[in-house]
């Protein structure tokens, strides 16, 4: 019996199915109902406004809300008076594209709205380009050749595309990067934005403009929401998701990306060694540790280790944060450093959610507050530890390296009450010249003097989505 062939009208009509706006100049249904993320504010510049001459390259973990992000540019695009049948979007996963050119399909597009001499213009959408083999290389073709045509695509496995913009890219590719949700904009896809007020402040020379809330146990008990399901738009919208997390998050992103997107992508061989380790890490999200330490207890080598962690971070499930001395100083050898998950829901997914007060709540407020860091790929803190103490956030000044700011992490109001036991931080101060540090509570705001330093206390929620929104703006 013959095998069937797929025939070029069944190509067009699929590329019809996936372009509605071509008819009514409208997007489906489904995607005009959800909320932008605010991050689209950064992203559509750089499809609408940047030179022609690049292609944008759209990544970020799984279920993150990039093709989400992509309909509401198509839709903006037309809104501004872009031609509907001049915008194409495909998705590359989809079965009856196998083994097609991206090149060939943006011909395919034209022929479908008749316009196969026109060559100007365009806005080509390539979703889940990581499906098509040597993808890197036929964009940078299709962006030498196509001088008027505006090329983005994205992808999910997030390791890959990083790797091969850098290399093939230079010139020609402007990468974007989707995180997960930061607590700023689980507010704002919540519709809680009422429970945010601002104020001004003097802060040294400077006056600066503050976020307080309404009703703080009304914001913490959505920053516990957060820390569980608050990394991804659709578990913090749903309350079936929310129902069982483990479900959802673990096999649509964890697994998606540990037994399929690195092994594939990166020849990975023992899976289930990899899986191990991720799971110790999340496990203990915000620990110190060390190569030695991982190699021991797991029983693999340093080297495999370090390979293993390069590709978690990769692929945006954890992130390292290095160790800076007692006077500021960063050590020639990382031999020790701590790995937070990129953000706090997916330790709820691998096991379970957790509450206030639960025992591990501190190292969870901890990765959240850090994950808003992690937002500003720009520059990371870093955490402070010497003999006999700790700071847990330290930024350092851009020019000379040295100690600017201080944080301590706390879900506690104890150290409002006792602010003599924050000794660690007093000792940092003293060693750093600093005269100022945030020290993070459960629900006090205020500001205390104490041994001629001035402890700015405010509730960690808070704080965690300061840091979330001043990254944005």
Not at 216 to 226: G, R, S
Request: positive net charge; aromatic residues 14%; hydrophobic residues 40%.
């Amino acid at each position: 019996m013959p095998l069937f062939k797929i025939t070029e009208e069944q190509i067009l009509n699929r590329i019809k199915f996936e372009n509605p706006w071509w008819v009514d100049s409208q997007i489906d249904n489904f995607y005009q109902s959800m909320k932008r993320r605010l991050y689209f504010s950064k992203f559509f510049p750089l499809v609408r406004n940047s030179p022609v001459k690049r292609a944008t390259v759209l990544m970020g973990p799984r279920r993150v809300g990039k093709t989400v992000m992509i309909f509401h540019t198509i839709q903006k695009l037309i809104d501004v008076g872009i031609d509907p049948q001049k915008i194409f979007y495909l998705s590359i996963e989809t079965p009856i594209f196998t083994g097609i050119g991206i090149e060939d399909l943006f011909n395919f597009c034209r022929k479908a709205v008749g316009k196969e001499n026109d060559l100007d213009g365009y806005y080509v959408f390539f979703d889940e380009v990581q499906y098509l083999r040597n993808w890197e290389v036929h964009l940078k073709s299709l962006v030498d050749s196509y001088h008027q045509v505006k090329f983005v695509v994205s992808g999910s496995a997030a390791a890959a595309l990083k790797l091969k913009s850098n290399e093939s890219g230079a010139g020609r590719f402007t990468d974007f990067t989707l995180p997960p949700l930061t607590f700023h904009e689980y507010i704002h896809l919540k519709d809680l934005e009422h429970l945010i007020v601002s104020r001004e402040k003097k802060w040294s020379h400077w006056t600066v403009t503050v976020f307080d809330t309404i009703n703080i146990e009304v914001l913490n008990n959505h920053f516990i929401d957060y820390i569980n399901f608050g990394g991804y738009p659709e578990v913090s919208l749903s309350k079936e998701v929310q129902a069982n997390p483990g479900r959802y998050i673990k096999s649509d992103i964890i697994d998606k990306v540990l037994l399929r997107d690195l092994p594939s992508l990166y020849g990975i061989q023992d899976v289930q060694e990899l899986n191990s380790l991720f799971t110790t890490i999340a496990f203990n999200s915000g620990n110190e540790f060390s190569y030695d330490k991982l190699s021991k207890s797991s029983g693999v080598s340093k080297n495999t280790i370090k390979k293993y962690i390069s590709y978690l971070e990769a692929a945006f499930l954890i992130r390292i944060v290095n160790r800076i001395d007692l006077s500021g100083k960063k050590f020639k050898r990382a031999n020790f450093f701590k790995i937070y998950l990129t953000n706090p829901s997916l330790r709820s997914a691998l096991f379970s959610p957790i509450n206030s007060n639960a025992q591990v709540i501190g190292n969870m407020v901890e990765t959240a507050i850090y994950s808003q860091w992690f937002h500003r790929y720009w520059r990371t803190p870093f955490y402070a530890r010497w003999k006999n103490g700790e700071v847990d956030i330290v930024g350092l000044t851009a020019d000379k390296l040295k100690p600017a700011w201080a944080v301590e992490i706390k879900w506690s109001n104890r150290y409002f009450e006792r602010p003599e036991e924050l000794k660690s931080l007093s000792n940092f101060l003293i060693s750093n010249n600093l005269k100022k540090a945030v020290i993070t509570t459960i629900d006090i705001t205020n500001e205390l003097q104490f041994d001629n330093y001035t402890y700015d206390y405010m509730p960690a929620s808070l704080y965690c989505y300061t840091v979330g929104r001043r990254t944005l703006e």
